[in-house]
Antibody, heavy 121, light 107 residues
């Protein structure tokens, strides 16, 4: 069974750093994209970026380039999303999701349960 | 960046209705489009990919059509469990993007 299990909810102060994780199991971690999607309270889905763990090829949305870093450790089948200096506007639910590369892939067929990040002074 | 216009943003319907949701692209994307359903407090779930291919396990009352710039998600006979928010997503070119969402509510 394919599973993406995300790290738990976080409460941080503005200016703090944070790294959240997404562990994949039940499939070949290095053969599928892992993406990150933001959902601010009461709002829609925003595509942040993706990584291909096989070669660490990473793509970002211009809206998030320079604001976050996406990485992966294929030895432990885990992807990460990190911030060096959080802002209150980073308060949101963050989902990881995976999808196929082959055959015109780019959609996400498996999703993590989400990690709620709250940034407040 | 490919801009997406999803409409309507809110759709009021009754059980048994046929509903359609539209997604229009700022440029052609062939058939590189997916549709997702999201229920409150839950992660999104994939319904359709490649514009019209039903994901395994998704009921056949869901269907997708279109190519190029105009796409449609149709629910042929709305069930109570279908009241949710629906999103389209293009994966033709980076950055991949989501539509703004359509909330399907009970009329």
């Amino acid at each position: 069974e394919v599973q993406l299990v995300q790290s738990g909810a976080e409460v941080k102060k503005p200016g703090e750093s944070l790294k959240i994780s997404c562990k994949g199991s039940g499939y070949s971690f290095t053969s599928y994209w892992i993406g990150w999607v933001r959902q601010m309270p009461g709002k829609g889905l925003e595509w942040m970026g993706i990584i291909y763990p096989g070669d660490s090829d990473t793509r970002y949305s211009p809206s998030f380039q320079g604001q976050v870093t996406i990485s992966a450790d294929k030895s432990i089948s885990t992807a990460y999303l990190q911030w060096s200096s959080l802002k209150a506007s980073d308060t949101a639910m963050y989902y990881c999701a995976s999808g196929p590369v082959a055959g015109g892939g780019g959609y996400f067929d498996y999703w993590g349960q989400g990690t709620l990040v709250t940034v407040s002074s | 960046v490919i801009w997406m216009t999803q409409s309507p943003s809110l759709l009021s319907a009754s059980t048994g209705d046929r509903v359609t949701i539209s997604c229009r692209m700022s440029q052609g994307i062939s058939s590189y489009l997916a549709w997702y359903q999201q229920k409150p407090g839950k992660a999104p779930e994939l319904l359709i990919y490649a514009a019209s291919t039903l994901q395994s396990g998704v009921p056949s009352r869901f269907s997708g059509s279109g190519s190029g710039t105009d796409f449609t998600l149709t629910i042929s006979c709305l069930q109570s469990e279908d009241f949710a928010t629906y999103y389209c997503q293009q994966y033709y070119s980076f950055p991949w993007t989501f539509g703004q969402g359509t909330k399907v509510e009970i009329k």
